[in-house]
């Protein structure tokens, strides 16, 4: 139990192209998604958190209009990176929390989606 | 956030068990003690967490020092598949479950 997906696992884009990525709960409802940045050798960044039904919360220093989050149903959010640009390339990664669950403070994570901004 | 300290990396021998320390002096009454680890090029997968007592899982087991200054992350027989950064992350029950993820330790494992 407690899966996450993400699509694409992979995608190529040309600069000032917007790519979507998808994050799905698969087998449980998820009120609160998060979603994480990781580039090369480095750790995990969190960008936003996502309520199902209300706006997104930033961290600090994440332009709200270049990442689009939506939440718009338990088992799904999404992040659209708007007008893409090569130092946008990085390892993007979702998770969500189970509500109601046995452990409702545990994250699980997807299986994270590669940008390359050419 | 409240902080927590890791040693870079560490090595282990296949088979044998792994302590991987964490400190985090500055934790306070409300913050669940995390672990999570990351293989190469994957999201990180929950490990185990706890408050103030011991804790075992199927997975590891976490050991908390009775002021919860620091924990431990036991590995009772470490296998090639438990090489992984590892993660120890302090959780405040008031921000809406967020993680904060330092840099964790990188262990690996040899045959």
């Known amino acids: 139990g407690a899966v996450v997906s993400q699509h694409p696992s992979r995608v190529i884009c040309k600069s000032g192209t917007s790519v979507k990525i998808e994050c799905r709960s698969l087998?449980?409802?998820?009120?609160?998604m998060f979603w994480y940045r990781q580039f090369p050798k480095q750790s995990l960044m969190l960008m936003a958190t996502?309520?199902?039904?209300?706006?997104?919360?930033?961290e600090q220093g994440v332009e709200k209009d270049k990442f689009l989050i939506n939440h718009a149903s338990l088992t799904l959010s999404t992040l659209t990176v708007t007008s893409a640009h090569p130092e946008d390339s990085s390892f993007y990664i979702c998770?969500?929390?189970?509500?109601?669950?046995?452990?409702?403070?545990?994250?699980?994570f997807g299986p994270g989606t590669r940008l390359t901004v050419l | 956030d409240a902080k927590t300290t890791q040693p870079n990396s560490m090595e282990s021998n296949e088979e044998e068990p792994v302590h991987l320390p964490c400190n985090h002096s500055?934790?306070?009454?409300?913050?669940?003690i995390h672990w999570y680890r990351q293989l190469p090029s994957q999201g990180p997968e929950y490990v185990i967490h706890?408050?103030?007592s011991n804790v075992n899982n199927r997975m590891a087991s976490l050991a908390i020092a009775e002021d919860r200054k620091s924990s431990t992350l036991i590995l009772h027989r470490a296998t090639l598949r438990d090489a992984a950064v590892y993660y120890c992350?302090?959780?405040?029950?008031?921000?809406?479950?967020?993680?904060?993820f330092g840099q964790g330790t990188e262990l690996s494992v040899k045959p």
């Open positions: 087998d449980f409802q998820a009120t609160t």
């Open positions: 500055t934790i306070s009454g409300t913050d669940y």
């Open positions: 706890g408050l103030t």
């Open positions: 996502s309520n199902e039904g209300s706006k997104a919360t930033y």
């Open positions: 998770s969500a929390s189970d509500v109601g669950g046995e452990y409702t403070d545990t994250q699980y």
């Open positions: 992350i302090l959780q405040r029950y008031n921000q809406g479950g967020k993680l904060i």
